[in-house]
Each structure stands twice: as structure tokens, then as C-alpha cells.
């Protein structure tokens, strides 16, 4: 991250930071000599490049919603990462980490998913650049995600299911870590979000930035100023506002707002609006805020979409709420569907459900005739037609 939020290598204020077992010292620690000087090649940077925009489709548009502008009396943007290949901003990460990889040296790629939406970004880049892939997915969610299992096997990806536990995503990151201790030689692991040990937050940040980066160019051009006043974005474990937010962190005029999923509710124990019930701990080797009960342990989080169901939340982001650099809001699984409901209605647009949690605030801000909002439209919403049958039909 920029200056401002990374004060010490790894750590943003007091969070951040590589909290791992020792078997994993080794993988990390190759990976943080290594993924800055790589990044920073004229063959990396010209390779991404060309894969985002020939093989993604990048840049996305930004897109005037005159109708929503109109409903909330200011001037709304919608930042089309549902375009993406794949429908979603993951795959700019999965491209990225699986590139890296590959400079690195590693013939092969391990990734846990839940959902699958990460697990398909991985086995998507994986096909295109020639790598092997592993994919740990819980038995219960392979069971629950079957169009994506199938989209995974039909890349060539090998989804193994995980056994222990409530057989989840928490499950599959212990076996796909596991995997990753075992195969460090020639295996990277791609996280998809911007959590875990360091350097993962600011490898994902970083290739997640090209979002804000574009807005700046494309607000500049539609508007004569390249600072909205708002950038709007949903937060799981963070990576697709951090993106969104990145050029904009430090900015005087750009107001910073993420929306958590408050599931049926903040004070439901139904919840996976992780700043606003949790506490400041470890999980998966970063300190941060996440959901805990009095002895420390990881209480289920529990949202509508599958991607915002996540106890915890990414270091750059706790960093950011304490510093009030941005501000973030709680958005119930009703509130999402219905502004999913209405951006359908008003602009032939159907979101995931979790790019919903960002257009449910729109109702709660306060805005000026004059400001402008950039809404980040995290991804699609194909993947979640059965819930909208169910619930908003
Ligand atoms: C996975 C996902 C998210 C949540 O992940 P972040 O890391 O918080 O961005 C949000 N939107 C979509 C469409 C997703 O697939």
C-alpha cells in the first residue's frame, strides 16, 4: 500500500503482520524476498498488462446510471467489474498471483474456495498460463456450489474435497495450507482476498489497484476531475474496495465507505459484519478484527452471499476504520436484495449479491446535488439466480 497505510513492511498501523507456524516460514519468507522485485519487472508489468486488457477485458467501463442519479439526487458511477471475464474483479488477482507464480519458478497452484468464485478466477488463470491447480473446497459447499465445481473440473482443476470439521471454507484453508507446507518447491498458494499472512494483503491490493486506477482516468475524462467524492464498495475480506480504494487512500475529497453484510442483523448472531461485532485478534496468520466469542475462538459468520461470509476482514481495512480513512456500514440480507432488486429495475443490471451490499447504502448517505459516487460493481449476478428466484421474484 501507499506510505500512508503500510508503516512498517507488512503491517498497517498496528495490524497486518505474518503470525504462521513455523512450517510456513519457509513459503512465506520466499515469497516475501521475492514478490515485490517481480512485480516490479518490465516483463511482469507487460505481460499483466496485455492479460488484462486482451484476456480480461480491461479497463471496464464507468458507467452514468442516470436513473439511480436521478433517485438519489447526486452523480452515481457504476464501476463494471461484473464485465470481467469470469463476471467478477477476482480474476485481476487470480492473473496476477498465478503470473507471479509462474516467475517464481512453480509449475503448480493450490487455493481453498468456498463459494467457488475464487476457486474458478484460479483455475481460469491456471489454464491460460499453463500451471497445475488444486483446489480444497468442504464437502458441504462442494455440495452447495455444484455449477462452480463443475466450471473448475471442466478447467482442469483438481477439487478435493475437505472432510474435517463443519467441512467449509475454514476446513479447506487448513488443507490447502497444509498442501502448500508439503509442496513449497515447486507450489504457490494464491489467497483471494486481501487477508493472511504478509505479504498476501499487499500482493492482492496491489493487483486489485488497477479498479481505482482506472477510475481515476475515466472520472477525469467524464467529469474534468479525476477525486469523486464517494467511492462505495462491498467488504468480504476486502480485496475488491481495496482495489477500488487504493489511488484514492489520502485523498482530501474522496470519502472511503465500505458496506459489511450484517446478515439478518448486527445483534442477530446471523452476522458476518465483522468490524462492527468483532474483535481485535489473529486468524489466518494476520492481526485483525474478526468474530470471536470470550475465549478467542472463531464464531460462524453467517450472510445471504456466499463471498461476504467471512470472519474476519483484511489488516488494510481494520486500519483504515480505526483511522476513520474510511467508513463502513452494516447491510442486512434484505436491505442487499432489495437494492439488487432496484438496480435490475432501474438499470437492466443484475449484481451479485454481494456488489448489492454496496448499492444498499445509497439510501442511507447523504448526498449533495453535486457529488459525485463511484459504486464499485464488484461482479455479476448469474451465479446467484436461484436466491433472486427465491426472494425477489
Ligand atoms: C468474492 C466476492 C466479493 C468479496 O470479496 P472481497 O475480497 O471482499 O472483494 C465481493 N464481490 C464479489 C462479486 C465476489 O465474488
Not at 467488504?235 to 458496506?259: E, M, W
Request: glycine fraction near 10%.
Amino acid at each position: 500500500m501507499k506510505s500512508n497505510s503500510q508503516s512498517k513492511p507488512g503491517y498497517y498501523g498496528k495490524f497486518g503482520g505474518a503470525y504462521i507456524p513455523e512450517l510456513l516460514f519457509n513459503n512465506v519468507d520466499e515469497l516475501q524476498k521475492n514478490y515485490e522485485r517481480i512485480i516490479r519487472t518490465t516483463e511482469f508489468q507487460k505481460q499483466f498488462k496485455t492479460l488484462l486488457k486482451d484476456y480480461v477485458g480491461r479497463p471496464t467501463p464507468l458507467y452514468f446510471s442516470d436513473a439511480l442519479s436521478a433517485k438519489y439526487k447526486a452523480k452515481i458511477f457504476l464501476k463494471r467489474e461484473d464485465l470481467n471475464h469470469t463476471g467478477a474483479h477476482k480474476i485481476n488477482n487470480a492473473l496476477g498471483q498465478a503470473l507471479l507464480a509462474k516467475m517464481m519458478g512453480k509449475q503448480k497452484i493450490v487455493a481453498e474456495t468456498g463459494a467457488g468464485q475464487h476457486g474458478v478466477a484460479v483455475a481460469t488463470a491456471c489454464t491460460l498460463l499453463g500451471l497445475s491447480c488444486v483446489v480444497f473446497m468442504g464437502e458441504t459447499d462442494i455440495a452447495r456450489q455444484a455449477p462452480n465445481v463443475a466450471r473448475m473440473k471442466m478447467l482442469g482443476a483438481t477439487v478435493i474435497p475437505s472432510l474435517s470439521g463443519t467441512k467449509t471454507l475454514k476446513d479447506a484453508t487448513n488443507d490447502a495450507i497444509r498442501y502448500w507446507i508439503n509442496h513449497a518447491d515447486d507450489t504457490h498458494y494464491i489467497i483471494g482476498s486481501v487477508v493472511g499472512p504478509h505479504p498476501y494483503p499487499d500482493i492482492v491490493a496491489k493487483f486489485q489497484s488497477v479498479i481505482s486506477k482506472e477510475i481515476k482516468i475515466q472520472l477525469k475524462k467524464q467529469t474534468g476531475d479525476a477525486e469523486p467524492d464517494y467511492v462505495i464498495a462491498c467488504v468480504g475480506g476486502g480485496s475488491n474496495a481495496a482495489g477500488a480504494f487504493y489511488h484514492f487512500l489520502g485523498s482530501k475529497k474522496t470519502k472511503l465507505i465500505g458496506a459489511e453484510a450484517a446478515g439478518m442483523g448486527i445483534h442477530s448472531h446471523e452476522t458476518a459484519a465483522t468490524l462492527m461485532v468483532g474483535s481485535v485478534g489473529i486468524i489466518h496468520g494476520a492481526k485483525t478484527y474478526l468474530m470471536q466469542n470470550k475465549d478467542g475462538q472463531i464464531t460462524e459468520p453467517y450472510s445471504i452471499s456466499a463471498g461476504l461470509d467471512y470472519p474476519g476482514i483484511g489488516p488494510l481495512h481494520a486500519y483504515l476504520h480505526e483511522t476513520k480513512q474510511a467508513t463502513y456500514y452494516a447491510v442486512t440480507d434484505r436491505e442487499a436484495l432489495d437494492a439488487a432488486k432496484e438496480l435490475i429495475h432501474l438499470d437492466g443490471i443484475i449484481p451479485a449479491l454481494e456488489s448489492a451490499h454496496a448499492f444498499a447504502l445509497l439510501p442511507k448517505m447523504k448526498f449533495k446535488p453535486s457529488d459525485v459516487v463511484v459504486i464499485n460493481l464488484s461482479g455479476r449476478g448469474d451465479k446467484d439466480m436461484e436466491t433472486y428466484l427465491k426472494f425477489i421474484l
